[in-house]
């Protein structure tokens, strides 16, 4: 894999910082802001998997938020509560195709936005889950990068 350091970035949060309580599950439930940077110029589509990897301990394996993939190469940035024009979403664990925020039963989760750039377009049915996703793309990822933030349990102010 040839690495040309793709970067993924948000203006709502740092990297390892903490998500505002507006992109959760039980708050606004919208997608955070995101900006992408360096795309390989070799790159023929853009996949995108949120999940949480701390939810491993609850349900053994990590809980997929938003699956996203044939993002346009020319995409710069994913606004807040939007999708990529003519991309394709896949079905993450609330059972759903959109964005589903981050949603820790217990604890602070860290929460993974992880961009890939492929060399192909996927051809997949919108039903596709986290699996099919990444077995489709694997031998196909020019580039990568990860964004990472923490997510309280939400709770009402008061």
Do not use: C
Not at 25 to 35: H, Y
Not at 57 to 82: F, G, K, L, M, Y
């Amino acid at each position: 894999m040839k690495i040309e350091n793709l970067k993924l970035k948000s203006p709502a949060f740092p990297d390892r910082g903490k998500i505002p309580n507006k992109y959760g599950f039980t708050a606004e439930n919208v997608n955070p802001p995101l900006k992408i940077e360096n795309v390989p110029p070799d790159t023929e589509s853009l996949a995108l998997i949120m999940d949480d990897p701390d939810a491993f301990e609850e349900q053994e394996r990590a809980w997929d938020h938003w699956i996203v993939w044939n993002i346009d190469p020319e995409t710069r940035e994913i606004p807040e509560n939007s999708i990529p024009e003519n991309a394709r979403l896949g079905k993450n664990d609330f059972g759903e195709r959109n964005y589903g925020g981050p949603n820790p039963p217990d604890q602070v989760h860290t929460y993974r936005f992880r961009l890939f750039a492929l060399d192909k377009e996927l051809d997949l049915p919108e039903s596709a889950a986290r699996k099919a996703v990444e077995a489709t793309m694997k031998n196909h990822i020019i580039d990568q990068a990860q964004l990472m933030g923490k997510y309280a349990p939400w709770q009402p102010s008061r």
